[in-house]
């Protein structure tokens, strides 16, 4: 987890409110993604970025957005938080082909 | 579509043992395959990568081979211990473009290493 921050560890919130989940880097890489992991299914990508404001959808886009405005910070936003975005939330940063993760953040949406 | 398969969700071993987890994929070109493992309320961890021109790659106790003709690669961790217990994720990768480090992540199996 060096090098990776991601805030907050933990949040409950209610359907149908915004959310935003931060990923913070001190290593200067160039390439970010964001994951979320549920039973069954694994670790599934949800955008991903290759440089400031370079951004891309991956597997399950759907109902999130992502922005990036400097190198070390990389937001995920749920803009209507719904049941099924109850997971587990993972940050990465790509060196070369290997990524790093950060510690997750756990979301409860009720 | 595109699909990777990890053969088991569990897999119970002794220690000391060799435990062999198997990776499979379909309707898929990957340039590179990784390994990592994966402890409870923890992220992943970078364990070993292989590139598809590669037959086998070795770091201590662990061994990774790929086969591009099978589509296929297994995981062996020699000797195993207890503290090798945890979930076991394989992720291939493609090269080039703005898809560069992009992975798909198998499901994962858990490793139990029983004394």
């Known amino acids: 987890d060096a090098g990776i921050t991601q805030s907050p560890r933990h949040k409950v919130t209610e359907t149908g409110t915004p959310v935003t989940l931060r990923c913070h880097q001190t290593?200067?890489?160039?390439?970010m993604y964001w994951y979320r992991q549920d039973p069954g299914h694994g670790l599934r990508l949800i955008h991903y970025?290759?440089?400031?404001?370079?951004?891309d959808k991956g597997e399950v886009s759907d109902g999130y957005s992502v922005s990036r405005s400097k190198t070390e910070d990389f937001l995920l936003t749920l803009e209507s938080a719904t049941s099924s975005q109850t997971s587990v939330y993972f940050c990465a940063i790509g060196a070369r082909e290997t990524q790093y993760f950060g510690p997750g953040t756990r979301l409860l949406v009720l | 579509s595109q699909k990777i398969e990890q053969n088991s969700e569990a897999l119970n071993i002794q220690e000391g043992k060799t435990a062999t987890l198997t990776c499979n994929y379909t309707?898929?070109?990957?340039?590179?395959l990784q390994w990592y493992r994966q402890d409870p309320g923890r992220g992943p961890v970078f364990l070993l990568l292989?590139?598809?021109?590669?037959k086998e790659k070795r770091k201590e106790r662990l061994k990774v081979t790929f086969d591009t003709t099978l589509k296929q690669s297994l995981f062996h961790i020699t000797a195993s211990q207890p503290a090798d217990s945890a979930t076991y994720l394989c992720a291939l990768g493609v090269a080039g473009g703005t898809s560069y480090g992009k992975l798909t992540f198998g499901q994962g199996t858990i490793l139990t290493v029983h004394p």
């Open positions: 290593e200067n890489h160039r390439y």
């Open positions: 292989i590139r598809e021109n590669e």
């Open positions: 309707n898929y070109s990957p340039a590179y």
């Open positions: 970025s290759y440089g400031v404001k370079d951004t």
